[in-house]
C-alpha cells in the first residue's frame, strides 16, 4: 500500500518570505498523481497544485510551485512572498494512476502559520 | 464555476440513531468519493462510486452503506451510530481525462457530523 508522510507536523514563515513543505512517498508503482491540498480554518479542502509522475516538468501555481524528484520519491511545496491568507493545513496526497478514478492517501499534514 | 455540494452542512445526532448524508457532484462529472476526518487527523477514503457502481471501497464501517443514482448524486447512510462517528463528512467528485477531465478531485465543503 501506498504511503504519504509528511514530516513537519507545524511550519511558520514570515508574511513576503518563502517557505518549503516537505513531503515523501512511498510506492511500488510507476504511474501515480501527487498534490497539495490547503485547509483552512473553514477546514474546505482547496486543491493547490497537481503533478503528473510522467512529468519531468515540476508544476507551477502562482506563488505555488512543487520540486518532484521522482527517484528520491519526494515532492515539497514551495510558496513564495507568504500571505496571511496562506495560513492553513496543508496536505500531500497521492493518488495511483492504475484507473481514473483511485482514492487519494493523504499524508498527516502541516500546519502552517504566516506571521505579519 | 459550479462546486460540489454537501448537504446538511452540519448534523447533531444521538448515539444508535442514523443519519444520511447527501453529495451532490460538480455537473458533468461520473465519479464520487467519500471521505471521513476526525478532529485533527487527515481525510481516510471510505468507498467511491463510477457510474452508479461502487469503484473502491476503504475503511468505511458496515453500518454505514452509500449508493449514487441516476442523476449522480450520492448518499452516505450511516446507522447505529457512535461516538467516534463524530468526524467531517467529506463528498468530492472528478472527471476522468478520457471526458476531457483531469481525475483530479474536487471537495465539497464538508458535512459536520455530532454524535452526542
Known amino acids: 500500500a501506498q504511503t504519504v508522510t509528511q514530516s513537519q507536523p507545524e511550519m511558520s514563515v514570515q508574511e513576503a518570505e518563502t517557505v518549503t513543505l516537505s513531503c515523501t512517498y512511498d510506492?511500488?508503482?510507476?504511474?501515480?498523481?501527487l498534490f497539495w491540498y490547503k485547509q483552512p480554518p473553514s477546514r474546505q479542502m482547496i486543491l493547490v497544485i497537481r503533478?503528473?509522475?510522467?512529468?519531468?516538468q515540476n508544476a507551477t501555481e502562482n506563488r505555488f510551485s512543487v520540486n518532484f524528484q521522482k527517484a528520491a520519491k519526494s515532492f515539497s511545496l514551495k510558496i513564495s512572498d507568504s500571505q496571511l491568507g496562506d495560513a492553513a493545513m496543508y496536505f500531500c496526497?497521492?493518488?495511483?494512476?492504475?484507473?481514473?478514478?483511485?482514492?487519494?492517501?493523504f499524508g498527516k499534514g502541516t500546519r502552517l502559520s504566516v506571521i505579519a | 464555476a459550479a462546486g460540489v455540494i454537501q448537504s446538511p452542512r452540519h448534523l447533531i445526532k444521538e448515539k444508535r440513531e442514523t443519519a444520511t448524508l447527501k453529495c451532490y457532484p460538480i455537473?458533468?462529472?461520473?465519479?464520487v468519493y467519500w471521505y471521513q476526518q476526525g478532529p485533527g487527523q487527515d481525510p481516510q477514503f471510505l468507498i467511491s462510486?463510477?457510474?452508479?457502481?461502487?469503484?473502491d471501497k476503504g475503511s468505511i464501517p458496515d453500518r454505514f452503506s452509500a449508493q449514487q443514482f441516476s442523476d449522480y448524486h450520492s448518499e452516505l447512510n450511516m446507522s447505529s451510530l457512535e461516538l467516534g462517528d463524530s468526524a467531517l463528512y467529506f463528498c468530492?467528485?472528478?472527471?476522468?481525462?478520457?471526458?476531457?477531465?483531469?481525475?483530479?478531485?474536487?471537495f465539497g465543503p464538508g458535512t459536520r457530523l455530532t454524535v452526542l
Open positions: 468530492a467528485s472528478s472527471s476522468p481525462v478520457g471526458s476531457g477531465g483531469t481525475d483530479t478531485q474536487y
Open positions: 510506492t511500488s508503482e510507476s504511474d501515480y498523481y
Open positions: 503533478q503528473e509522475a510522467y512529468k519531468q
Open positions: 496526497a497521492y493518488r495511483s494512476g492504475s484507473s481514473g478514478n483511485t482514492p487519494l492517501v
Open positions: 455537473p458533468r462529472h461520473d465519479t
Open positions: 462510486f463510477y457510474e452508479k457502481m461502487q469503484s
